[in-house]
């Protein structure tokens, strides 16, 4: 062996930039030879230790983005501004008024004035008719008989259930029965509160939770009064309710990945109201399980309270620019329901920030996807991002009724975005499959989610134009319908999160 | 199948570790030089696996950008690393293998 082709000799030589060690390389590998037993000591050494190096990195990567992905605890959620802010009445919200034509009655000037300003002759009461009564095209992709078929049979449990206006703030349906005469007389004690909202979490994974937080019950985000929009009852919670909340258990049931991203179009709302359906089964298994424990509990969809706010109190998420919850690893799409309990002896979660809201400042995706420009663009005061709504005509006297005011957060026109679903024969969700944050669940996206709150404001504008350029959340698209029902071949998408890191969010 | 990938990972990442550690035995380099050459395998192994990723999601033009922004910046700077830092001699005029060839030739 030459000494050249020797490789501790060569380790041994003055550090210099190898041109000379390149034709010993050139030697070696054209004369086909092998290392002697020094240096194949030497490689096995070197190996283990860059080995066992990039372990050390790997591993400390792991360990950073696993602990990223936990959140960091905040202190200033809310932020309101008390001299505007008061309780919501469940009358001023968009789906109550489009299902009471009492509440059109009472308030003519809301349709009037939408009408008016907007140049159409809208008629909120009877968008819910109109919308299922399109009919489907099946030369077009995502309007066919098919999807239309997806979307009826994904609200058909809770149209059995008699519970199909659970979405609408309907309170005291069948499944979420306000009825409490099933009450255990013992109840159950548990040792401690962590081990409390431990078994809580255990069973809200059983019934299908994606994840589970548990909040103290706050007026402020109840609506007062509450509104029975069937049968035109104004409810109180110190008299209608059946006892007095003390806690409110948040959930978040997964939609399928590859069928929203077919939003606008019909296909979207099959997941959509398949989350609605497990939504609601889920919310009345847990209540019928404290009940069994020997605790008051009544289920909740939509109605009795805010779901965003009360989801971001119990460590789920961040509200997001599109005006829904931003969970990690799953963005905005879920759906939430909620279980109000006066069961009080469990550990509480608290608001945890991952970099979401701010991130939402820097991206817009969600506003420029949105058909009905209903979502606050980019170019908004303060990027849309404030105490009172700033979108398109809300400086027009009581035009936001459908808003909550006084709290710092993305508003939207949701009376532009229920017109659209009317006009496309179905809910949207183009606002959810366009954000940044939903992804299906594969390690590069938890990668990224991990990064993201430590990562610049300049690299959030650069990582939102990438999401689109890396073929992620288009929207409008005939060919993601034409995708999805092609899915079905592997079942690729993971819907049940096991890369999350956690289902049971222990915050 | 991502069983399969993380496992494909391994085997592609240690075979990256022995390159490494041969290289180290037939050259003598700087840290920096070290450095960028570990830090070139890093993206290009990163983009191989986010494109894994990415297939095996069903987005594959997610997969294609990753092997061209990740993999392919990695791939420039172990070429730029090599060219500059480790065999400077072949940016010298007549020392490529073409230079070579029209010497013979003539």
């Not at chain 1, 909620?338 to 608001?351: A, C, G, L, M, R």
């Not at chain 2, 990256?16 to 700087?30: I, P």
Request: aromatic share 12%; with cysteine.
């Amino acid at each position: 062996m030459s000494q050249n082709n020797d490789p501790n000799n060569r380790a041994d030589e003055p550090e210099t930039q190898a041109g000379s060690s390149q034709s010993g390389s050139e030697e070696s590998v054209s004369n086909g030879e092998v290392l002697d037993d020094s240096g194949r000591r030497t490689f096995l050494k070197r190996a283990a230790l860059g080995g066992g190096g990039a372990l050390l990195a790997g591993g400390a990567s792991y360990g950073f983005i696993k602990s990223e992905l936990k959140g960091k605890p905040i202190s200033d959620y809310p932020m309101i501004d008390e001299a505007i802010f008061k309780p919501k009445d469940q009358r001023a919200t968009v789906l109550a008024f489009a299902h009471s034509q009492n509440l059109a009655d009472r308030y003519p000037e809301r349709t009037t004035q939408y009408s008016a300003l907007h140049n159409k002759d809208f008629n909120f009461q009877e968008g819910f008719d109109v919308m299922y009564s399109l009919p489907w095209d099946n030369n077009k992709p995502g309007y066919t008989q098919m999807d239309r078929a997806l979307q009826k049979a994904g609200w058909e449990p809770l149209v059995v259930a008699g519970s199909r206006m659970v979405a609408n703030l309907q309170p005291d349906t069948p499944l979420h029965s306000w009825d409490q005469s099933d009450v255990e007389k013992e109840q159950y004690q548990f040792d401690n509160e962590k081990q409390a909202g431990d078994a809580i979490k255990s069973a809200a994974r059983v019934f299908g939770a994606l994840k589970c937080g548990i909040a103290k019950r706050d007026k402020r985000w109840d609506y007062d009064p509450l509104y029975d929009p069937e049968n035109d009852q104004e409810l109180s919670w110190e008299n209608d309710f059946p006892f007095v909340p003390k806690t409110v258990i948040v959930m978040l049931v997964p939609m399928d990945y590859d069928c929203i991203a077919t939003a606008p179009a019909w296909t979207a709302d099959g997941t959509a109201a398949d989350g609605y359906t497990k939504s609601s089964v889920l919310a009345n298994q847990m209540a019928k399980f404290l009940r069994g424990m020997g605790y008051h509990a009544v289920g909740a969809g939509n109605d009795l309270g805010s779901s965003v706010p009360y989801a971001i109190m119990a460590g789920l998420g961040e509200g997001g620019r599109n005006g829904a919850l931003l969970a990690p690893g799953i963005g905005p799409r879920h759906r939430i329901c909620k279980i109000y309990t006066d069961f009080e002896f469990v550990e509480y979660d608290q608001p945890h920030t991952w970099g979401m809201t701010e991130f939402c400042l820097s991206c817009g995706k969600c506003a420029d996807a949105c058909p009905a420009d209903a979502i606050p663009k980019m170019e908004s005061e303060n990027g849309g991002y404030g105490f009172e709504p700033n979108y398109e005509f809300s400086d027009e006297p009581g035009y936001t009724w459908n808003n909550h005011h006084g709290i710092k957060k993305f508003y939207s026109d949701s009376k532009k975005c229920y017109n659209f679903w009317v006009e496309n024969g179905s809910a949207c969700g183009a606002c959810i499959a366009s954000c940044t944050f939903n992804e299906p669940d594969m390690w590069h996206h938890v990668f990224i989610m991990g990064v993201t709150p430590k990562s610049p404001d300049i690299l959030h504008k650069w990582m939102a134009e990438a999401h689109p350029a890396f073929g992620y959340g288009r929207t409008g698209d005939p060919k993601k319908a034409e995708k999805f029902w092609k899915t079905g071949e592997g079942m690729r998408t993971n819907t049940e999160m096991k890369n999350n890191i956690g289902t049971s969010n222990k915050s | 199948m991502e069983l399969a990938q993380w496992f494909l990972m391994g085997v592609i990442f240690t075979i990256g570790v022995f390159g490494l550690t041969y290289l180290s035995l037939l050259v003598k380099l700087k840290w920096y030089t070290w450095a960028s050459l570990s830090i070139g395998i890093v993206a290009i192994l990163f983009g191989i696996g986010w494109a894994g990723a990415s297939f095996l999601e069903g987005i594959a033009q997610s997969g294609a950008m990753a092997l061209i922004f990740f993999s392919g910046s990695g791939v420039i700077l172990m070429v730029l690393t090599w060219r500059y830092l480790v065999v400077p001699e072949l940016n010298q005029p007549g020392t490529t293998p073409a230079a070579e060839g029209r010497k013979t030739e003539q």
